[in-house]
């Protein structure tokens, strides 16, 4: 048998270059494959742009199903607090340091699959609740038209204090689990420590139940004065609770969007100072804007924080070394040192005290992003509260950015409904600044505490906050 077939003989089988042009093309097509980015699903209506799933129970909320966390895959689950306000602006230096401590520690107590989201917001007064609550009613007694009087007073101060302005504070904590049995034990534990900081702090955690999340979420999104009917467990099943929190519509442009008859703007904190004042949210809530300012945190694990450190500090050390020695080439044998007051040299400083907290102060790492959400009547007022809110925000040395092209997914982080997870890539704005706790705990949330008892007699203006003080003294404690 000859060695050397004939050429027929050889008529089906491919030569090696073929075959290794076949498998170029497959590797280039199996790689274009990969990088092929996923289509943007396009929200056909308003409800669709509300950024959760579902309710599963009387608190809970479903945000996100199957995430992928490291190698693990999970849902996200969130719950929604009222945090009462306290006096902080008003009480001496060292009860502030004191109130930054516990929040501090609060800050402390959570770990890598929770975030948390701070949400400030700042909306009109329900005109309903507010007669209802607040002013007097007639009696037949001969005395009306003075309680005529008074309550003309009290509108008058109202229209002129805050304009008209209510803040409030909410806590959202998001978890991620396997299901929602396990995200309830998470919750349980959680809401022990939160409770626990908050009670020492001189304030407390009031849960919000599914309607109580509905209301907020039409506070922002519809009207403060819009009468919504409680949902029943039935439409919260088939997911109809949406129709009654989510505008009529609603359109986003490159910088700005618009939803029933307001234009609105999500601005999110880009640079951070070196040292951050305890007053930024107060300066900001003070500008009497309707507006939400949302903090969104991430935790990281004390022991990746540390190892991640190390790295970065080992990598700038090594370029810090590689440029002295390519500028002292340069200079002929002289040394120079070409990072002494550089961005790098201060870097390598920013990073070393971060490990010295981490290490020797009991602290934590964190990923923080800031988004503040402004809304108007018009276009021309929305630019001109943009220019006031950047002001603001250039005297505390931070830098805004309009999220151009990213309004959706800033409104998604911006919203109190807990999409502060920096692993929600499509609801979350991917922009985020490594913060040590107490770095974080300099953002205050608190300001005053308010003075606004139901059937109480107005005693003027509270001077922090500039809101009316509606006392009731029988509800003293020696009263």
Request: with cysteine; aromatic share 8%.
């Amino acid at each position: 048998m000859s060695l050397f077939k004939k050429k027929s003989d050889t008529s089906g089988i491919k030569s090696a270059k073929e075959l290794d042009k076949e498998r170029e093309a497959k590797s280039k097509h199996s790689k274009k494959e990969r990088n092929k980015k996923e289509k943007r699903k396009i929200k056909r209506t308003t409800i669709q742009t509300m950024p959760y799933e579902c309710f599963v129970s009387n608190y809970v909320m479903l945000n996100k199903t199957g995430v992928r966390i490291g190698k693990q895959t999970a849902n996200l689950y969130s719950k929604t607090y009222l945090v009462p306000d306290i006096n902080y602006s008003s009480v001496p230096i060292d009860k502030q340091e004191e109130l930054q401590a516990l929040y501090i520690e609060l800050l402390n107590g959570f770990d890598d699959t929770v975030s948390l989201q701070v949400s400030i917001l700042n909306t009109q007064i329900n005109k309903e609740e507010f007669t209802e609550k607040i002013l007097l009613k007639d009696k037949n007694d001969g005395l009306d038209s003075e309680r005529h009087e008074f309550n003309e007073i009290l509108n008058d101060k109202i229209i002129h204090s805050q304009n008209g302005l209510k803040c409030r504070k909410f806590f959202t904590v998001t978890v991620a689990a396997i299901n929602f049995d396990t995200a309830n034990t998470r919750f349980f534990n959680i809401e022990a420590h939160m409770i626990n900081c908050l009670n020492r702090m001189g304030t407390e955690l009031i849960p919000l139940t599914a309607n109580d999340r509905v209301r907020l979420m039409a506070d922002i999104l519809r009207d403060v004065d819009c009468k919504i009917l409680p949902c029943s467990r039935d439409e919260f099943a088939r997911k109809a609770e949406k129709q009654h929190c989510c505008p009529e519509y609603m359109e986003f442009k490159k910088d700005y969007f618009l939803f029933n008859e307001k234009f609105a703007r999500c601005i999110a904190i880009q640079k951070y100072p070196a040292s951050i004042i305890d007053t930024i949210f107060k300066n900001i809530i003070e500008l009497n804007q309707s507006m939400i300012i949302t903090e969104n945190l991430d935790f990281v694990e004390q022991s990746e924080a540390i190892s991640l450190l190390q790295r970065k500090n080992t990598d700038m050390k090594y370029e810090a070394l590689t440029k002295v020695k390519r500028s002292s080439e340069a200079a002929k044998g002289a040394f120079v040192d070409p990072i002494e007051g550089s961005q790098l040299q201060k870097d390598m400083a920013a990073a070393q005290a971060l490990l010295t907290d981490l290490q020797e102060r009991n602290e934590k790492m964190l990923r923080g992003q800031i988004i503040i959400m402004i809304t108007a009547d018009s276009y021309e007022e929305l630019e001109k509260n943009t220019d006031a809110l950047k002001i603001t925000l250039r005297k505390f040395q931070l830098q805004p950015m309009r999220c151009a092209g990213l309004q959706e997914e800033a409104f998604d982080s911006v919203l109190p409904v807990g999409n502060a997870s920096s692993v929600d890539k499509e609801k979350n704005l991917q922009i985020r600044r490594t913060l040590s706790s107490s770095a974080t705990a300099g953002f205050m949330p608190f300001n005053a505490k308010e003075l606004l008892h139901e059937g109480g007699l107005y005693y003027g203006q509270n001077k922090m906050t500039q809101n009316l003080i509606i006392f009731d003294r029988r509800k003293l404690v020696n009263s």
